[in-house]
DNA sequence: TCGCCCTAAAGATATGACGTATTCAAGTGC
DNA sequence: GCACTTGAATACGTCATATCTTTAGGGCGA
């Protein structure tokens, strides 16, 4: 999943500060400097360089130097700029956009999900939605977000559409995010998994509108519990 | 917006050879071998392959070469990725899951734009309306369609999340696409013109269920269209 | 003051050398 | 005959250095 080697050590070090504002935006690096600061050689650098410019968070120009982009070109789907942003001062922003895509994307891939799952996806679906009622019943709130990730990650895979499916891994980093934000309070709400459980026996039995109506009752109450939370 | 400079060639060569499915996922390639095929050096070659392996599209191991990686794990939201499928073979599959994404984002985009639009936004979706009346009456297809685009990624960018905005140039591609694959055929349907008005007066009025509403309509028509073209 | 040109700065590319992980197979012992 | 060990071949990973190309910014002249 992570980029190997030097180069990737680097974007670890480069990527976080980027997107927590400590570099700022139109700020210039020369990469000779950066090979100074992180003792590594030129190739290194520029590999790391690269893909940063890949995803549009810095541009290389000769005679000037690599000038940090301004946020508004970066490629804020890559997972990496997600997850950097998530886990810097961005996190509220980055929260609250995600909840809003969420809201548009979730109802709609439980509707397709509902016409077009497999039968494994639908197994796995009502598997998943009573070991969430067990998890949250015994208030063991770490198995409870593995089991809250998976089964999103299903609804949106089981959905058939790749673009969707994708977004699996970026809801987990939600969920994972909200769950450290209010420090894991209490026990979650069982409103919430009496939803869950619905959307996987609509999903189950085909009825693609109640799968979306209580998927879209779900996020939409993760963003308002997410916009009190954040004021 | 591209990648500049020898590594950018190699990325426009391979990244549509490995889209298209020309090298098959699970097909190996040794640098060395693109150093001769493409008559460049090392460090291009290599440049252009951390790209390519910051997309997910290709792993480099040592011992073993450089592996196309399966479809499933491509960052298929990286615009890059988009823009190379849509060139190749995978067009059709590509325009499905975009117009499913679009059904499920621009109606909620629109319903934001009506609570956040600036007085500005507000302004230019108007004109925008208007001047896409006026080309469609014209039968001027070209610039219809540039008003098209520029119409959906101002409703997209004046919903104040960055992650919908960001989708504006992928949902410009997409109605470049659809244009040229039935050829242009006819002047823009009237029906289609009026819920452009209608979603740009209802944001100005700060009407958020009627802004949606039609936004959805328009969206959900061009799926539908869509599905009727590729059978 | 304006514009052209020159120079130096910094990235872009090429190349040679060495390091290192990984695979595959030969060889050895049981 | 089988399994385990070990070593060599291989291809990427990293470093160092040299040269080319572009271009910002200053200097020169009209």
Redesign the pocket.
């Known amino acids: 999943m992570e980029i190997?080697?030097?180069?990737?050590r680097l974007l670890d070090e480069l990527g976080p500060a980027i997107a927590s504002g400590e570099i700022p935006e139109g700020a210039v690096?020369?990469?000779?400097?950066l090979?100074g600061r992180f003792?590594?050689?030129?190739?290194?650098v520029?590999?790391a360089?690269r893909i940063l410019e890949g995803m549009r968070m810095v541009a290389?120009?000769?005679?000037?130097?690599?000038t940090v982009q301004p946020k508004s070109l970066w490629d804020v789907f890559d997972p990496m700029v997600i997850r950097w942003r998530l886990a810097g001062a961005d996190r509220p922003a980055q929260l609250r956009s995600l909840g809003s895509l969420r809201v548009a994307v979730e109802p709609a891939a439980a509707a397709l999900a509902a016409v077009h799952a497999s039968d494994d996806d639908r197994r796995e679906l009502s598997a998943l939605a009573v070991e969430l009622t067990v998890s949250a019943r015994a208030a063991d709130l770490a198995t409870f977000l593995r089991h809250d990730i998976a089964f999103h990650a299903t609804v949106l895979r089981a959905s058939g559409n790749e673009m969707f499916a994708h977004l699996g891994d970026t809801v987990g980093a939600v969920l994972t995010g909200r769950t450290e934000y209010h420090l894991m309070p209490h026990q979650p709400e069982p409103y919430a998994i009496r939803l869950h459980r619905e959307v996987a026996e609509a999903v189950c039995a085909g009825d693609a509108d109640r799968a979306e109506q209580a998927m879209r009752t779900i996020v939409t109450g993760a963003l308002a519990e997410l916009n009190q939370q954040l004021g």
Not at 4 to 8: E, K
Not at 29 to 33: A, D, I, N, S
Not at 39 to 44: D, L, Q
């Open positions: 190997q080697g030097l180069p990737g690096l020369r990469g000779e400097e090979e003792g590594v050689s030129r190739t290194v520029r590999e360089v290389s120009r000769r005679r000037v130097g690599i």
